[in-house]
């Protein structure tokens, strides 16, 4: 049975290396991308069951690339990092239906590993 596959989109090479290892150690699937437009286009080819996503990128910021990928796929679940000064504009795209979690810098990696499971546990829970 494969895992699930997780999209890591963060313009840091080091936060990428990092999740794309983590994530791979407990079994997980992993596509990165470095910017907004190369996520999309990743999205599109790969299906991922869920976003891991930076919310300060040059180009295209994360809340966009939210609402690009929740209009091809609402029920997609995004997590969001990002940076305390970002809060209100990150509670807004909640409010929207956008983000699933969001996480602020520095995260605990086992913050992100415990969103992780607890997203695919309400989907089990919700087909059967």
């Known amino acids: 049975m494969l895992s699930d596959l997780i999209l890591i989109v963060d313009d840091?090479?080091?936060i990428r290396s990092l999740l794309k290892e983590l994530l791979t150690s407990k079994d997980y699937r992993v596509e990165v991308a470095q910017n907004g437009e190369e996520a999309i286009e990743?999205?599109?080819k790969c299906e991922p069951s869920a976003v891991l996503l930076d919310s300060m990128m040059p180009g295209m910021n994360g809340l966009m690339v939210a609402e690009k990928l929740k209009s091809s796929s609402?029920?997609?679940p995004i997590i969001m990092i990002s940076a305390y000064s970002e809060k209100?504009?990150?509670k807004r795209a909640?409010?929207?239906g956008l983000l699933s979690y969001?996480?602020?810098k520095p995260f605990?990696?086992?913050e992100i590993i415990e969103s992780l499971h607890y997203i695919f546990e309400l989907r089990l829970s919700n087909t059967m």
Do not use: A, M, Y
Request: hydrophobic residues 25%.
């Open 88 to 90: 209100e504009e990150i």
């Open 108 to 110: 605990d990696i086992n």
């Open 74 to 76: 609402p029920k997609l």
């Open 94 to 96: 909640q409010q929207k």
């Open 42 to 44: 990743k999205f599109h």
């Open 102 to 104: 969001c996480l602020t």
């Open 12 to 14: 840091n090479p080091g």
